[in-house]
């Protein structure tokens, strides 16, 4: 199970939402109107037969059907342990919600968060949006974090969070860049472009004295039979996708020259931000609104050479999920690479 962030789009398995097109992969979000007719909006049902994931459906009610198309990419290999590039470009557009992130393959602990989440990229698509104190939160700049704790109210994912800002050359909504996870048996490492974010080493006493959990909620170590990285210990799966909305754009944020166009304390706030789309629609231009994807390369000590060929997002693995898309990208150059060094590695110099 994975966290409730509330967000605006639904994922399907179409080549209007996720294609290649010159080497490139290319997650897209689109109007749902463009196809079904704004009419579907209010009295429809989005629901793909292929789903194998509740909820499935999105059905109008007392809101709105989700008015936005999207893809999520879900590779069919999990690994533990590697160090994993991407070079890719964030999407720009306001709400857009750009994501590269891991969740295991299993719930060995139990449900988010408490079997883990690590996440290499994550910023906001809007080009004039700042906080409280009015720093500017756009492509400008992203996170780096990892969530655990033994329930979704006592994530403390502020003991393990980065932020980079990019001062010099494109941001990650204007260019290419190598996002990078080295990800060990003692340590979890972030880089950009083959410099260090940030690096958590494994805590004395683990995760759960880490976030403090002895003191609050209390009760026993859930991770107590893992070794010092639990919940970071067992196979991850790697998700790339463009949400829309969400509770990732927090209430005291301030875009300009238009504010956040619904609020949660509406009883439609789906409805309230698609009837504003003239304020946000005309920041969507065309391809610089998706994510774009040049590569996908995992270094691996533990895998066969022979599994250098292997395209580890695989279209024969396609199954739409309302949620959650497994669909995997035809990526140009996506491997796993045998990686027989455990030390620490500089990016720039990888093969």
């Known amino acids: 199970m994975e966290r409730s962030n509330q967000e605006f789009q639904y994922y399907r398995n179409n080549r209007k939402n996720s294609y290649v097109r010159d080497g490139i992969l290319y997650i897209k979000p689109t109007l749902v109107a463009d196809e079904k007719g704004e009419d579907f909006l209010y009295s429809g049902t989005l629901q793909d037969s292929r789903c194998n994931k509740d909820p499935c459906a999105s059905k109008a009610g007392a809101d709105i059907v989700l008015p936005i198309y999207s893809a999520r990419m879900i590779s069919n290999k999990a690994f ?21 992130w891991l969740l295991p393959k ?34 400008n700049r992203f996170s780096s974090t990892l969530h655990f704790g033994p329930d979704g109210s006592h994530d403390r994912y502020w003991f393990a969070r980065w932020e980079k ?35 958590i080493d494994a805590p004395e006493g683990g995760f759960w004295h880490l976030g403090e959990y002895d003191k609050d909620p209390g009760g026993t170590d859930i991770w107590k039979d893992g070794n010092s990285m639990a919940p970071f210990d067992n ?30 304390s509406s009883s439609h706030p789906i409805r309230d931000f698609w009837e504003k789309r003239n304020w946000w629609q005309p920041t969507w231009h065309g391809e610089d609104a998706a994510m774009q994807v040049d590569y996908v390369r995992l270094y691996h000590k533990h895998f066969p050479m022979w599994l250098i060929t292997i395209n580890i997002f695989n279209l024969a693995d396609v199954a739409d999920m309302g949620t959650l898309n497994r669909y995997g990208g035809k990526t140009a150059a996506a491997a796993m690479i045998p990686d027989d060094d455990d030390d620490e590695i500089d990016l720039n110099s990888a093969a």
């Open 80 to 100: 533990k342990y590697g160090r994993l590039e991407i070079k890719a470009r964030m999407p720009r557009g306001d709400w857009l919600w750009p994501a590269i």
């Open 106 to 139: 299993h719930n060995v602990y139990g449900d988010w968060p408490r079997s883990g989440e690590i996440d290499m990229v994550e910023t906001h698509g809007n080009q004039n949006y700042t906080d409280k104190n009015g720093v500017l939160e756009s492509t």
């Open 165 to 199: 800002v990019i001062s010099k050359g494109p941001d990650v909504g204007k260019g290419f860049h190598v996002y990078g996870l080295k990800w060990t048996d003692h340590n979890i490492q972030f880089t950009l472009d083959g410099n260090l974010i940030g690096k």
């Open 235 to 264: 196979d991850f799966v790697i998700l790339m996708n463009v949400a829309v909305g969400g509770t990732y754009f927090p209430d005291d944020y301030i875009n300009h020259p238009h504010p956040r166009p619904w609020d949660w």
